[in-house]
Nanobody, 123 residues
């Protein structure tokens, strides 16, 4: 019904920057909250940052001041700008959306995850 596709991961040195993108597609009626999560090897998936449709943001303490989440509702897209990266930021990053789907009218709601993109920060 609704798909999310991420891009922008890769290998970067400590102190470097990366920008992740996530675009929604399919039978989108409306996308509400969007967010980025990450999962490091052997650890649980954790919230990195989230943003409401109105633009209110929330960040994990570990990324405050370094990461910035933004979105463009008309394009169903969310970005995560990551600066001052550290080896502890190494993880697979997943895009998440609380979506509503339908063609011509709202048919239902769906929680959607992207496939994940790997971010590796070398020391």
């Amino acid at each position: 019904q609704v798909q999310l596709v991420e891009s922008g991961g890769g290998l970067v040195q400590t102190g470097g920057s990366l920008r992740l993108s996530c675009a929604g597609s399919g039978r989108i009626w409306r996308i509400n909250d969007m967010g980025w999560y990450r999962q490091a090897p052997g650890k649980q998936r954790e919230l990195v940052a989230s943003i409401t449709r109105g633009g209110s943001t929330n960040y994990a303490d570990s990324v405050k001041g370094r990461f910035t989440i933004s979105r463009r509702n008309a394009q169903n897209t969310v970005w995560l700008q990551m600066n001052s990266l550290m080896p502890a930021d190494t993880a697979v990053y997943y895009c998440h959306a609380d979506s509503e789907y339908g063609s011509g009218y709202r048919e239902g709601a769906l929680e959607v995850w992207g496939q994940g993109t790997l971010v590796t920060v070398s020391s």
